[in-house]
């Protein structure tokens, strides 16, 4: 599994690669310390399954880097970093487009496992209901609905200067 880690604080991010490795020690960790890294790697081409992402970047306020992350990559699970361990924080979080919610201050190889079979099984849950919103189930092409979201991801991937 390929994770994109975007963290500030060096030292957390070393104990969540740790962390990471001690899952499975086939986890392709790649560290950046900013959203404009992060969107840089990703604009690079590379396939990432999920980002670890703090909501205390230098480069973006709060709740903007995994909402700007999913928002462009969709197919990205995207599991928030964030030192507070408030349930109405992470509540928010997730209805921004993140798939779970992770306390710092909780980062050992138990947490982080569940944090990413979460957001892996709610990331795979969202793109089955996105194909049964947008696939016509007898014809299986897009629907009218599946058409008008493919136009308007590829007007505002125009406009951010993405080509799809």
Known sequence: MRVLLVEDDISCAESLMTA??????????????????????????????????????????????????????????????????DQGLASAVIRLGAQDFLSKGDCGPLAVDRALRSAMERRERELALKDVVNIDSLTGVLNRRGALTFLEGRASSHRIGRDL
């Open 20 to 85: 990471l490795l001690e899952i499975d020690a086939d986890y392709a960790i790649e560290h950046v310390t900013s959203v404009a890294s992060a969107l840089s790697e990703l604009d690079s081409g590379k396939a990432y399954d999920f980002a670890l992402v703090d909501l205390g970047l230098p480069d973006a306020d709060s709740f903007e880097a995994p909402a700007k992350l999913s928002r462009q990559y969709p197919e990205l699970g995207v599991v928030a970093l964030t030192k507070e361990t």
